[in-house]
């Protein structure tokens, strides 16, 4: 399919970028970095922008370190890094789960965190559209899912925010007013529509991971039809830590594509000094209770609902256990 | 015939008014310095195969999904039909074209497809053996696991991908140096002459089975 026409941009530097999308008007232009995501919407015409601003070549954004990782590094460098699988063996994992080896050659952090919320009526060619009749994410004014004109329900799918957010992550938002740092756990708000807090004229330009965080245990699961390219039909992380005696010290869980934005529940405070068996039941069903599934995807919403609670259940059995799913890739 | 309808719904559908102008850009493709006339919005893809002319990748679903327009830059194998032309300035990029050059025997991942069923109908083939190439240059003795997951971006509704790992298998073995018993190959069965005029598995790994241009 031919892409929607538009000019490309490829400013050199983090402020080149940002000097750029100023003179450019409000909501006329897109960030790309590996395309992966933006490329396939702009096939089908759903909101394409007449200009786009490669951050390909920004230095700012590369770079991985034990502190930070630059949100323009491709995922697959990311996952296949010596410090990442050191460190974070659960976001090497989680990475693995993104899409397919191809695409995770192509695909960036940035792109991962920032991927279009998904809909069943949403990521359809123009042709379907015309037939069905559009969206109010795409033309319309009126959301198909959930008959209104007020929310869009299209779901958050990315499936490494789940993971980051647990590590307590941080993003580093840059545009021309400044630098600002926002949690990830913070940073998801709105609908499917707004999305998140960045601003149009924001770009992620790295993401910070504390000291804490490579002494959790933490994972990934996902719930999709095949074992490759499928997004989320519902994705859930948790991260942990026991003390001596075993019982409950610290206690993160997130969940991903059972909402318009992902969530993230700190039970560390509720939970300390309890016995993991009762814990962990009781995290597994609060955040099955949390997720609010719509219709938009292929699977039930029941069933997506459900495996909240069985995929949570088994993901912290297994971190206790210490069991990966062995698909951390090789130096 | 009746008039078309046109779609409903305030649809941008693309004029040559409003797309923006061709620019050259210089391409590094299979090692040689080619300068091309595209637009922003082109994808690779559609360099390689419309201007260019290395129809070889193929152009399946053109969405990210299939893995047929897998092709090398910079040594790893990404999707063509998801880079952008004008990303790939300065970079190294590898075609099936260039895994044995016009001329040239067969590479082993191209001669073990053939060979071993990994190529049957031939419209994936070129993404399988990139995919496949660029795992055994940086594994060069992968689990059949891991070869599982490494193809696990590419689509093959033929073969129903047995016969694939197997292929990347004695292909492995035979860059490893190893010795590898050989199978009969079309060339060799005993057909009436004519029948057939190109062994067929060989012609399709080399990337010269795909379809016409769009």
């Known amino acids: 399919m031919i892409l929607a026409p538009f000019t490309l941009h490829r400013p050199e530097s983090l402020a080149e970028a940002l000097s750029l999308a100023a003179k450019l008007p409000d909501g006329g232009y897109d960030w790309i970095g590996g395309g992966t995501d933006l490329l396939q919407n702009y096939k089908n015409r759903l909101n394409a922008k007449d200009h786009v601003i490669a951050l390909d070549r920004v230095p700012e954004m590369r770079g991985i370190s034990a502190e930070r990782i630059g949100a323009g590094e491709r995922l697959a460098v990311i996952s296949e890094s010596a410090v990442v699988r050191e460190r974070w063996p659960g976001l090497a994992e989680a990475i693995t789960h993104v899409a397919s080896p191809l695409i995770r050659n192509s695909g960036t952090l940035g792109g991962n965190l920032l991927v279009e919320t998904r809909c069943y009526y949403f990521n359809q060619t123009p042709f379907w559209r015309g037939t069905k009749g559009s969206c109010m994410k795409a ?120 909402d318009v934005v992902p969530h993230f529940l700190d039970f560390s405070e509720l939970m300390r000094g309890q016995e993991p068996d009762t814990a962990f039941a009781e995290v597994a069903a609060a955040m099955e209770e949390r997720a609010q599934p719509k219709k938009n995807t292929s699977m039930p919403v029941g069933y997506r609902k459900k495996m909240v609670r069985v995929y949570l259940g088994r993901l912290l059995d297994d971190l206790r256990a210490g069991r990966t799913e062995g698909r951390i890739p090789a130096a | 015939m009746a008039e078309t309808q046109p779609l409903r719904g305030p649809f941008r559908v693309p004029s040559a008014a409003d797309r923006p102008p061709k620019q050259v850009v210089r391409l590094n493709v299979n090692g040689h310095a080619r300068e091309v006339a595209v637009r922003p919005s082109d994808v690779l893809l559609d360099t390689l195969r419309d201007d260019l002319g290395l129809t070889g990748t193929t152009r399946g679903c053109d ?54 069923g990994g190529s049957q109908c031939g419209f994936c083939t070129p993404g399988f053996i990139m995919t496949s190439v660029a795992l055994l240059a940086r594994r060069p003795d992968p689990s059949d696991e891991e070869i599982r997951r490494e193809i696990s971006g590419n689509m093959c509704r033929c073969t129903g991908y047995n016969k694939i790992v197997e292929s990347v298998r004695v292909a492995a073995a035979e860059l490893r140096g190893e010795e590898v018993a050989s199978v009969a190959s079309p060339g060799d069965l005993d057909v009436p002459r004519g029948a057939y005029d190109k062994p067929a598995g060989a012609y399709r790994s080399n990337g010269h089975g795909g379809g016409k241009s769009r």
């Open chain 1, 139 to 258: 033309e319309s004014d009126e959301c198909l899912v959930v008959p209104q004109k007020e929310i869009c329900y299209a779901a958050y799918s990315g499936d490494l925010a789940p993971i980051l957010g647990v590590l307590s992550a941080t993003l580093e938002l840059a545009s021309p007013a400044g630098t600002r740092e926002v949690r990830i756990d913070e940073f998801y708000a709105g609908d499917g529509i707004r999305k998140n807090v960045k601003r149009a004229d924001e770009i992620i330009v790295g993401v910070k991971v504390p000291a804490e965080a490579s002494t959790l245990r933490a994972g990934y699961r996902k719930l999709r039809h095949r074992d490759a390219l499928d997004y989320p039909e519902m994705g859930c992380a948790a991260a942990l830590r026991l003390d001596p005696s075993g019982r409950i010290e610290l206690l993160r869980a997130a969940t991903t594509a059972v």
């Open chain 2, 63 to 116: 969405m990210g999904t299939c893995g047929c327009c897998t092709v090398h830059v910079d040594g790893r194998p990404v999707l063509s039909c998801l880079t952008l032309t004008l990303l790939a300035e300065g970079a190294e990029i590898r075609t099936i074209e260039d895994v044995a050059p016009a001329g040239t025997d067969l590479h082993p991942v191209q001669r073990a497809f053939a060979q071993h």
